[in-house]
Each structure stands twice: as C-alpha cells, then as structure tokens.
C-alpha cells in the first residue's frame, strides 16, 4: 500500500537482552506525498518546479519530500519506460523443486539477458518472468536459459501479442 514502508531493526525481549526477533516499523507519508508519487509515476521527469504548483508547495519544499521519500526507501528509483513497437514479450511461469529457495532462483532469473520483472507468486507456479526480446527465437534461447537454473523443475510460456491500456 502506498504510505506503508516496513524497515527491520532488532530490538530488546521482556528481559531486555537483545532478540533476534524483527519487528516492523511503518513509515507514514501524507496525502501530498500520495500526490507528489502519483504525479513521478505518471512522468519521473517533472521538475521540483512543476510538482510544487501541482501540490501547492514551494519547490524546496518538494525538493525536501522527495528526498525524505527516496532516503526512507518510498522511492527506491527513478526509470523510463521503452516503447516495445519493434520487441517481442513473453510471460514465462517457473515452477520450482522443493528442495530449491525460490529467492535464489529469482536473484539468477535478475541477471539473465532479455528477463524484464521477476515476480514470486502464489498457486501452480512459484515465479512469472516478462521477457522481452528483438524476436521469438531470442526469447526461446531465454528460455533455454531459464530451464539451465538450477531449481528450475517445470516452465511454461505464453506469448504476449499485444497490450491493451
């Protein structure tokens, strides 16, 4: 949820020795920061400037809000957006052997070329993958990457052929 961030830190027990235990700490953000983030994610290239007269704030005032935002981890990057006119996509689901951490394999699923997102999810499969590539037969030797992850038990891809907004 936006407005939520949940950091770790340890703290003491009952007795006051310190515990392993996490606890989570929730950093709240108010309604203009809601707006100052809905207006980065719309374009993350709006000026301090054009963000201020959209909040009514002055510009050093944004200036400070997003940079609070950025160091408590809100916003963890700014990014473009490519148009995919001359790419292909595909949505690639993972399941993974039992006896393998889900995370490790996503961490390696990060690294490979042509893997856009890396998503853990819940139901047949444990990972969804957006792959993106110049054609069919580049997202098929992704694939074939994909399956040489150790951990990898079972994939299963559909081909994106258009995005509807």
Do not use: W
């Not at 961030?5 to 809601?34: F, L, M, P, V």
């Not at 980065?40 to 944004?62: C, N, P, T």
């Not at 070329?113 to 098929?140: H, K, L, M, P």
């Amino acid at each position: 949820m936006i407005g939520e961030r949940r950091g770790r830190d340890s703290s003491s027990n009952n007795n006051g020795s310190s515990s392993n235990n996490k606890h989570h700490h929730t950093i709240a953000i108010d309604s203009i920061d809601e707006r100052i983030i809905g207006i980065l994610k719309e374009d993350s290239r709006r000026s301090y400037v054009e963000i201020a007269k959209a909040v009514g704030l002055s510009e050093s005032a944004v200036r400070r809000r997003i940079k609070h935002l950025i160091d408590s981890g809100i916003i963890k990057r700014f990014t473009i957006e490519l148009g995919m006119s001359n790419k292909t996509s595909a949505i690639t689901l993972i399941s993974v052997k039992p006896s393998v951490d889900t995370a490790k394999v996503s961490e390696r699923l990060k690294g490979l070329r042509g893997v856009e997102v890396v998503y853990e999810i819940t139901g047949q499969y444990d990972i969804a993958a957006i792959i993106s590539a110049s054609s069919i037969g580049e997202i098929n030797r992704c694939i074939d990457d994909v399956r040489r992850i150790e951990g990898v038990d079972d994939t299963n891809t559909v081909i994106i052929l258009r995005v509807v907004t």
